[in-house]
Structure formats: C-alpha cells, structure tokens
C-alpha cells in the first residue's frame, strides 16, 4: 500500500515540477538561436522557478527509490508513467489551457488501459 502511495507522491511531484518548469522557461523567453542559448541558460540557472522544480523532482527521486525497492520496475514505471500522462495533459490544460485533440485523449486512455493489464497482479 505505501508503494502504490510513494508512486501517486512521484507522480504529483513529476506534474508539479513540470508546470514549474515550464512556466520559469516561459518567464525567461525563448531563445531566438545558438548565440542567444547563453541568455536563456543563464536565466534558468538564476530563476528560483528552476529551482523550485529541481526541489521537487529530488524528492520525488528520493521517493522513487523506496518504490523501485519494493516494486518491479516495469510495473512502478508504468503506473508512474500512465498517471503523468494523464495528469500532466490535464494540469497543462487547466494551466496553461492547452489541449488535446480527440485521437490523442483517446491514446492516453488506450495506454491507460494497458497500463492497468500491467499494473493488476493476481493474487
């Protein structure tokens, strides 16, 4: 149970640290070529955003630790990673207002639907 918890923790933290990220790069604008890389990376090392994300994702990290301790790897990543994809399409739509088209909703709840065939263990 506390694995299926810490997975759910990582997940949060991934999307979090994502919409973070994404919103500082946007604070500093978006290099205009190779001689304005400099700038932008300059700018990302002295946003606290930046930071904020990488706070997140090193606990989120600490936390996947204890999962892939406990839990088969291919198992954790694809619960892990079907949660994000439908979180991170749903925060970044409440978020940012971006959106999906249909056929794309409909793939994220096709991996969805192999992820839960992988995921459920016979007991």
Known sequence: MITRILIVIVTLNTVASM?????AVALIGTPSGLSDLPRFFIGAATSPLVYASLVLQVFGYACWMIVITQEKLG???????SGFYLLMALASWLVYGETLTRLQW???ALITIG?????LKPD
């Open 115 to 119: 992820v839960l065939c992988v995921a």
């Open 75 to 81: 198992v954790a990543v694809a619960i892990s990673g």
């Open 19 to 23: 919409l973070l990220l994404k919103r």
């Open 106 to 108: 409909l793939g994220l």
